[in-house]
C-alpha cells in the first residue's frame, strides 16, 4: 500500500473518532477585509511549522533514543515563538474572529504530530519519513475536513504530482520567480467567491540535505536533489478558502 494510502486510512481513522480529537469545528467566517490577513498568518503558520519539522530530522531520525520529545505541544510552543518572529505578533493577541481560524491550523498541525507519534518514536530506524511535505499535506488534509480551508504546498520542480501548480499558482509563481518580485512578499486575489494566496517559500540550511547539491544525487529519502542553492525559491505555500 502506497504511503498516501496509509495517510489517507488514517486520517479516515481519526475522523471516524468521537469527540475530542473531532469537536465541531469553530471555522468562523471569513470577510473581504479579513482575508489577506488571514490567508497570509494560515501561510504563516504553514511554513513555521514545516521549519520546525526541518530543523528536527536530526532529532525525529535519531535510531539511538526512543521518545524524542516531538509532541503536539512541543510543535504547538515552537510555532508560537516562529509566528511571533515572523509577524512581530502572539497569536493569543490576534482578533477573536482570527484566532479562531489559526488555532484551528494549529490544531490541525498537531494532529499531524500526534498521528505520527508511533512512527517518530520508534528506536532502530534511521529516516523516518517525516519530513516537512509530509506534514504539510496532513495538515492540509485535516484542515480541509474541518474548515473549508484549502492548503497545497507547490512548485514548479515537484516531487509530486498532486502539488503540480493549477493555472492560478503558475501565473502567481512566475511572478515570484522575477528577480524584480520583492522577496518573501505573499500574492493574493479574489477568484470568484474564494480568496487565493501564495506565499513563497525559500530554500533554507535545513532544506539543503534534501533538495540541494549535487542536482541528481539521491536524498535521504531515497529522491532526487533539485540542486537547489541556500535562498533560493523553492515554491509557495497556497491557501484558498471561500469569502463570505
Ligand atoms: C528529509 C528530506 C527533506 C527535507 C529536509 C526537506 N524536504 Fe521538501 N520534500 C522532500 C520529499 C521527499 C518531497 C516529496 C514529498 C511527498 O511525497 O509529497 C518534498 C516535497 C517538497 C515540496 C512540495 C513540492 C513537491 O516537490 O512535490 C516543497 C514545497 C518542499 N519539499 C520544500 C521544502 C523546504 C522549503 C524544505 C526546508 C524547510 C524542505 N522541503 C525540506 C524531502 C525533503
Known amino acids: 500500500m502506497s504511503k498516501l494510502l496509509i495517510a489517507l486510512f488514517s486520517l479516515a481513522a481519526v475522523a471516524a473518532m ?7 469545528a469553530n471555522c468562523g467566517t471569513i470577510g473581504r477585509e479579513d482575508a489577506k490577513m488571514v490567508a497570509r498568518y494560515i501561510a504563516d503558520v504553514i511554513v513555521a511549522g514545516r521549519g520546525i519539522v526541518a530543523k528536527n530530522q536530526n532529532l525525529i531520525n535519531d535510531p539511538s533514543k526512543a521518545d524524542k520529545g516531538f509532541t503536539p505541544e512541543y510543535l504547538e510552543g515552537q510555532i508560537r515563538q ?24 494549529i490544531d490541525a498541525a498537531k494532529l499531524s504530530v500526534q498521528m505520527n507519534q508511533r512512527r517518530i518514536n520508534q528506536k532502530g530506524k534511521g529516516f523516518k519519513g517525516y519530513i516537512p511535505a509530509v506534514f504539510g499535506r496532513e495538515t492540509g488534509q485535516i484542515l480541509k475536513g474541518r474548515c473549508k480551508i484549502f492548503i497545497k504546498q507547490t512548485t514548479f520542480k515537484y516531487r509530486n504530482a498532486y502539488n503540480q501548480p493549477d493555472p492560478f499558482e503558475k501565473k502567481v509563481l512566475a511572478m515570484f520567480e522575477d528577480p524584480a518580485y520583492p522577496k518573501g512578499k505573499g500574492y493574493g486575489e479574489f477568484v470568484n467567491s474564494h480568496y487565493r494566496y501564495l506565499q513563497p517559500i525559500y530554500i533554507k540550511k535545513a532544506c539543503l540535505k534534501c533538495h540541494g547539491e549535487p542536482k541528481g544525487s539521491i536524498d535521504p529519502a531515497g529522491r532526487k536533489r533539485e540542486g537547489y542553492k541556500l535562498g533560493d525559491l523553492r515554491g509557495a505555500i497556497s491557501v484558498a478558502f471561500p469569502i463570505n
Open 82 to 105: 516562529s509566528f511571533k518572529k515572523m509577524t512581530g505578533k502572539d497569536i493569543s493577541e490576534l482578533p477573536p474572529e482570527v484566532l479562531d481560524i489559526i488555532q484551528q491550523v
Open 18 to 24: 468521537p469527540g475530542a480529537v473531532l469537536a465541531q
